[in-house]
C-alpha cells in the first residue's frame, strides 16, 4: 500500500474532488488530502465544498498568510506528516512558493519521497528569496508533474533534470457535465467564465459583441473581480448594457447548470509578460457540456481546444465577431462543434484519465 499525502489549497472547490475519489480507487493507494478552509484570491474567498470524498480521507488545517499566492503555507502540516508517515508527499503548489519549500521540507522528516505541480508557462525570474527557494526546490525533489508542455519545458529551461511527467492539475466528469437535448427559446447566449481581471479580456469580448449586426443575442459574465464595475460601464458606454448579465461567483456544483444557459463560451485571453492562459479550465467544462467553445491564441487555449473549437488572434476584437457572427447564423457549425468538443473530452480530459496518469507517477515513484 502506498501512502500518499497530498496538500492541495485548489481541491476546496467540490468539482475538483472528484479526481481525488477516482486516485483512491485504484489498489495499493491510501490517499490523505490535507485542504484549507477556504482560499482568497480576486474573486474573493472560496470556502471549502465537502463534496465528492469517498474512499480517502480529507483533514482541514488553517493556511497562514491565506490570498497570499507566495507566501501562504499549511499550518499544523508537521503533525499529519508524522501521524500518516507517507511514502509520498503530492505538493499541489507551485515550486516557487513557501508552501512548496515548507511541506517539502516537512516531507524529509518521514523521508518521504515527493513530488510538485506546476501551471507556469512563462520562464519568469523571481527576487531573492523566491529565486532561491525555486532552486533548492528543483534540487530537493524527487518528481514534477506540469499541467502543459509549455509548463514542462520552463521547468527544463530552468535547470529541472529530474522525472516529469504532463497532466492536467483536474478533468471533469462527463456525467456532470453533459450536453442536453432541452432547446429553450432565448436569445443566442454568449458565455464568459472565470475571473473578472484584466488580462482574461472580457472587456475586449465587449466590443466584439457590440459590434454583431445581428442584434439578438445576450451575453452571461459569471464570477468575481476588480474588473467587474468597469466592465459594466463598459458595456454601458456600448449600448449593450441591457443584453449583458453579470452573476457572481457560484458554488461548483451549481456550474453544470450554468452551461446549460450558454450557446457558446468564449475565453478571449491575452497574453501579458508575466502571465499567459495556462489551460482555461472552463473550456473542458464548456466542451463537455456540449458547448461550443471560442478561444484566443493566448497560452495553451489552442492546445486545449485543438480542432473542437475556433481560435482568433489574441487581442483582435473584429476576428472574434467574425467568429461569434459563424457561431450564431449556422446552426449546423453549433452542432458540429458541439460533438467534437464532447469527443474531445471523452478522450483527453476526465478526472478518470487524470487521476490513472497521476497513479502511474506514484507507483514509478516508489518502484
Request: contains cysteine.
Amino acid at each position: 500500500m502506498i501512502r500518499v499525502l497530498m496538500v492541495s489549497k485548489a481541491c476546496v472547490v467540490g468539482i475538483y474532488q472528484q479526481k481525488l475519489e477516482h486516485i483512491a480507487r485504484h489498489d495499493a493507494i491510501d490517499l490523505l488530502v490535507i485542504v484549507p478552509p477556504s482560499w482568497r484570491d480576486e474573486r474573493g474567498e472560496t470556502r471549502l465544498e465537502r463534496v465528492y470524498t469517498d474512499g480517502y480521507r480529507m483533514e482541514i488545517t488553517p493556511l497562514r498568510f491565506n490570498g497570499n499566492f507566495h507566501l501562504h503555507y499549511f499550518h499544523g502540516l508537521r503533525e499529519f506528516v508524522c501521524d500518516f508517515q507517507p511514502h509520498i508527499m503530492h505538493i499541489d503548489e507551485e515550486p516557487y512558493n513557501l508552501a512548496t519549500w515548507h511541506a517539502l521540507r516537512t516531507a524529509s522528516y518521514v523521508d518521504a519521497k515527493t513530488l510538485f505541480f506546476s501551471w507556469q508557462n512563462i520562464n519568469r525570474r523571481y527576487p531573492p528569496p523566491f529565486s532561491f527557494g525555486e532552486q533548492w526546490v528543483l534540487r530537493h525533489i524527487d518528481y514534477a508533474i506540469a499541467g502543459t508542455k509549455s509548463a514542462a519545458q520552463v521547468w527544463r529551461q530552468k535547470g529541472y533534470t529530474g522525472p516529469l511527467a504532463v497532466i492536467p492539475q483536474f478533468g471533469v466528469d462527463p456525467t456532470l457535465f453533459a450536453p442536453t437535448d432541452e432547446r429553450p427559446t432565448r436569445p443566442f447566449t454568449i458565455g464568459y467564465i472565470g475571473r473578472l481581471v484584466e488580462e482574461k479580456g472580457i472587456a475586449l469580448l465587449l466590443k466584439a459583441a457590440a459590434q454583431l449586426r445581428d442584434p439578438h443575442w445576450q451575453m452571461r459574465i459569471i464570477g468575481g473581480g476588480p474588473q467587474r464595475d468597469d466592465l459594466a460601464r463598459q458595456a454601458a458606454r456600448l449600448g449593450i448594457a441591457q443584453q449583458v448579465t453579470f452573476v457572481e461567483q457560484l458554488p461548483s456544483t451549481e456550474m453544470p447548470a450554468q452551461y446549460h444557459r450558454l450557446d457558446v463560451l468564449v475565453l478571449p485571453s491575452l497574453t501579458r509578460p508575466n502571465w499567459k492562459e495556462q489551460f482555461g479550465r472552463v473550456l473542458i467544462e464548456a466542451m463537455a457540456s456540449g458547448v461550443p467553445v471560442i478561444g484566443s491564441s493566448s497560452g495553451a487555449i489552442p492546445d486545449v481546444i485543438g480542432e473542437a473549437g475556433l481560435i482568433f488572434a489574441e487581442g483582435d476584437p473584429d476576428a472574434l465577431t467574425q467568429q461569434l457572427t459563424q457561431v450564431q447564423g449556422d446552426a449546423d457549425l453549433r452542432d458540429c462543434l458541439r460533438k467534437r468538443g464532447r469527443e474531445r473530452v471523452l478522450t483527453r480530459f476526465t478526472h478518470e484519465q487524470v487521476a490513472a496518469a497521476t497513479v502511474r507517477v506514484y507507483h514509478e515513484m516508489m518502484a
